[in-house]
């Protein structure tokens, strides 16, 4: 079986304006990447509509009542100091959550064997009600109810090896014992969330604090940590909640991951998940803000997924 790439052309309408660095061009370097490399075992798919009651399985009612109002006719609005929307931001930021729920609906039905989301906004720091560093909707979190609510499932990891704490699908998932979220991140950093302290009321958090200037054998080691979780829990269904800004390339931190190594972590966590997830593996992009690191990480990223039988 293939792997799916879910991506939509309506990213290009969540315009964030000059000099952000949540940037059209992140999701275009991904996509044109892809389309040169042409690889026949990739499914190339566009994210499905859904219902708004899957929203509100992640999100209150009020909270997407009010993103919903705040969609501006024209220019731009905040929805926190660095979280913009414009006119189409609508689309996308629907389409980012729809291509998650389009993800795991061709897994379960055995349309592909996994996949990835080349999508934007990000996600992972949307709170339950509240917008944050660049993130609308938590698309991950919404994933992992969507796994819970329609599938039946009662035991979902998260992975997030974005260099940033995703703060929001921790803040989601604190008390629900069906979750288990894992975090490799800069830290102290953006957003400050993320200490070894922070475990969940289950023990089904895993923060992996890293210091800036962390180096790539220095992380794949800390990562063993990772495994170590995912052996114990015994997921039944795996999230990646892919960020590519840990490469040493990235604007934004100061960890020292290249592409090859995104293509370690990826194998490492497949094979080690392998006995109890038997393959179902949906990744989302959340950041990644060198394009040139951006377009060779995913690349590996997926490279792994394809490999993975």
């Known amino acids: 079986m293939k792997t799916a790439l879910i991506t939509s052309d309506t990213y290009k309408n969540h315009n964030t304006g000059d000099g952000h660095p949540e940037k059209i ?64 931001s609508k689309e996308a930021t629907m389409d980012a959550v729809g291509s998650i729920i389009t993800a795991i609906d061709g897994v379960e039905e055995k349309e592909f064997k996994n996949a990835f989301c080349a999508v934007r906004p990000p996600g992972h720091h949307a709170e339950k009600e509240k917008a944050m560093g660049f993130c609308i909707y938590n698309n991950v979190a919404v994933g992992a109810n969507y796994l819970i609510e329609k599938y039946g499932y009662k035991k979902i ?3 997030d090896f974005d260099v940033h704490h995703g703060n929001g699908t921790q803040d989601i998932f604190f008390n629900n014992e069906k979750v288990l979220y894992i975090s490799t991140h800069q830290f102290p950093y953006y957003p400050g969330s993320g200490s070894e302290k922070e475990i969940g009321k289950f023990n089904n958090i895993l923060n992996i604090p890293l210091e800036a200037g962390t180096s790539a054998r220095e992380y794949l080691n800390a990562y063993e940590l990772v495994l170590k979780k995912l052996k114990e829990f015994k997921p039944e269904f795996l999230l990646f909640s892919a960020g590519f800004d840990a490469h040493i390339d990235d604007p934004l931190a100061q960890l020292k991951l290249n592409a090859e190594d995104y293509y370690t972590i990826t194998k490492r966590t497949l094979e080690i998940s392998k006995s109890f997830c038997r393959g179902n593996v949906v990744s989302i992009l959340e950041g990644g803000y060198d394009l040139k690191a951006l377009q060779d990480s995913t690349q590996r990223h997926v490279d792994a997924l394809i490999e993975f039988n």
């Open 25 to 88: 061009d992140r999701v275009t370097a991904v996509i044109d990447n892809f389309k040169k490399l042409d690889n026949k075992n990739l499914i190339w798919k566009k994210p499905s509509k859904f219902e708004k009651s899957i929203l509100i399985k992640t999100h209150s009612s009020e909270y997407i009542d009010h993103v919903d109002r705040s969609y501006p006719q024209n220019g731009f609005n905040f929805l926190d100091g660095d979280t913009v929307v414009s006119p189409g």
């Open 157 to 159: 990891a998260i992975i």
